[in-house]
């Protein structure tokens, strides 16, 4: 379930293109045309068309659609994958989908990298949200204290990720162990800075949590290595660099 919301989650490879339609297939294939998303019991599907030909796609054979500036991703959720808005995206992302007998995106989901979800309640809010970013003490206690509300949901994401990754800096910068798996890993960082790559930013925040995790001599979390892979596959200019990395990870 992890990994398939990573490669949902994880908003791969979100590129900075044309405001037009279009979708980005798992193998990272972009197909432009009218997109519709069609909701099903269990998966939605899309449907688009290309050179006045009809392709249909289920969930989970795409990473991300673009329709009328608007993106959504594919998001695993009680037992279903549903193409959800992606309202802020990041180590913690918000989402926006349909409620029960809806056809509006009014529901909201807030998503972590490691898998964990919660849909934002409107009972007990403070409570509830507070302790599903306990991770990041000084928002959750904000959440908690009421400084933060449920309207402003964007300002607590941006607050959480932003926290994550001083966190990193902080582990980074606190311990500065280095081995061959460091090594690999600032091989790659230094591959995907110079590059002109879409999800540049992303592969970097994900690099700088593994760096962080291997010099504090911790277990690299899955959800990383597999979100690494995402974001990278069929992309033969990083393959030497990434798989020394991966195959140090075994």
């Given at each position: 379930?992890?990994n ?21 297939t ?11 998303i ?15 030909k ?7 054979e795409?990473r ?18 549903r ?38 309640p ?9 302790g599903?970013l ?35 800096k902080?582990?980074v ?32 925040d ?7 995790k ?8 899955g ?6 892979k ?21």
């Amino acid at each position: 379930m992890r990994n398939i919301l990573l490669l949902l989650f994880l908003i791969a490879g979100l590129p900075l293109m044309a405001q037009d339609n279009y979708l980005v297939t798992k193998q990272g294939d972009t197909l432009r045309g009218d997109v519709r998303i069609l909701s099903y019991d269990v998966m939605d599907r899309a449907a688009i068309k290309v050179g006045g030909k009809k392709k249909n796609f289920t969930a989970i054979e795409v990473r991300t659609i673009c329709t009328d500036s608007t993106w959504y991703s594919p998001v695993q959720y009680e037992n279903t994958i549903r193409f959800m808005q992606v309202i802020q995206a990041g180590y913690l992302s918000l989402y926006g989908f349909k409620p029960e007998n809806s056809q509006s995106y009014d529901g909201r989901l807030l998503g972590k990298m490691d898998g964990s979800k919660l849909e934002v309640p409107n009972i007990q809010f403070k409570r509830i949200l507070g302790g599903f970013l306990e991770d990041c003490e000084s928002v959750s206690e904000k959440v908690k204290g009421g400084d933060y509300g449920r309207d402003q949901l964007k300002e607590i994401v941006v607050a959480y990720n932003d926290c994550v990754k001083e966190q990193n800096k902080k582990s980074v910068i606190a311990v500065s162990n280095a081995s061959p798996l460091t090594d690999a890993i600032y091989k790659l960082r230094a591959k995907v800075d110079g590059s002109s790559l879409a999800s540049k930013k992303d592969v970097l925040d994900l690099l700088t949590s593994m760096d962080a995790k291997a010099r504090l001599k911790e277990p690299v979390p899955g959800y990383l290595t597999e979100g690494l892979k995402s974001y990278l596959a069929g992309k033969p200019e990083f393959e030497q660099e990434l798989n020394t990395v991966l195959g140090l990870l075994n």
